[in-house]
């Protein structure tokens, strides 16, 4: 396997660490539910659930979701959603199964899904998420977003504005009311760390134009 020449390998080292935030250990749940309470995508909701058990749980590969499976006809289904955002494998419980409807097995309800972890945050960084339907952010007890259902595809923009660092969060989705079902959260740069990036991609590419110069040096 070759190196990328170290111009290319700082480039892209600059460019995963400017205004992200990162997540590990994602864990998730979904729960089989009507559409009253799938509108009410919140935690508070997912706690008023009780001791019942969820129908599904599962791992995330990571917190920049994007679940939107081509929704139509008998593809609309818990499976189709969840692998479409990069699970590759969930235990189905409590009578679920990944052929059912996330409209219900009955088809006349919906799905709550609960993502949580920890996630690394700076003080002001801002989060999009387009979702269609309800859909709630909280980190450290701080509420991101809280969007009820139901819902055409909305894009949503907001700011974390608690302290910088690692602390967890808790993500509620409700697909309700009928198809489409579309969940894709990103974080994106900070304002202020823009400057900082481009001047690094100037360093680098300084760098890698002095690399080209003794190059063509040497070969005279």
């Known amino acids: 396997m070759k190196q990328l020449p170290l111009f290319v390998a700082s480039a892209l080292a600059l460019t995963a ?12 749940e979904l729960w089989e539910v009507t559409n009253a309470q799938a509108s009410n995508a919140t935690p508070a909701e997912i706690a008023s659930l009780g001791a019942g058990l969820p129908g599904a749980t599962f791992t995330v590969p990571s917190f920049n979701f994007s679940f939107n499976p081509t929704d139509s006809g008998s593809i609309y289904t818990l499976g189709t959603f ?5 699970v590759s494998s969930a235990t189905y419980i ?3 199964a990944s052929t059912d409807s996330l409209a219900g097995p009955s088809g006349a309800g919906g799905t709550l899904f609960q993502f949580t972890g920890s996630i690394t945050v700076t003080s002001g960084e ?4 387009t979702h269609d339907d309800g859909l ?28 910088s660092g690692t602390y967890a969060f808790d993500l509620v989705y409700g697909e309700c009311c009928g ?18 990036f481009a001047s690094g ?9 002095r690399r080209k110069r003794k190059a063509a040096a040497l070969a005279v």
Do not use: C, K, R, W
């Open 17 to 28: 660490s400017v205004g992200l935030a990162h997540a590990s250990s994602i864990t998730g």
């Open 82 to 86: 969840l692998s479409s955002g990069g």
């Open 94 to 96: 409590n009578g679920a």
């Open 126 to 129: 801002t989060f999009g998420a």
């Open 136 to 163: 709630t952010l909280v980190i450290d007890g701080i509420t991101v977003f809280n969007e009820s259902g139901p819902t055409s595809a909305e894009f949503t923009e907001a700011a974390y504005t608690g302290p």
């Open 179 to 196: 198809p489409p079902a579309e969940l894709v959260l990103a974080q994106t740069p900070l304002p202020a760390a823009l400057p900082l």
């Open 201 to 209: 991609l100037g360093v680098v590419g300084f760098l890698g134009l």
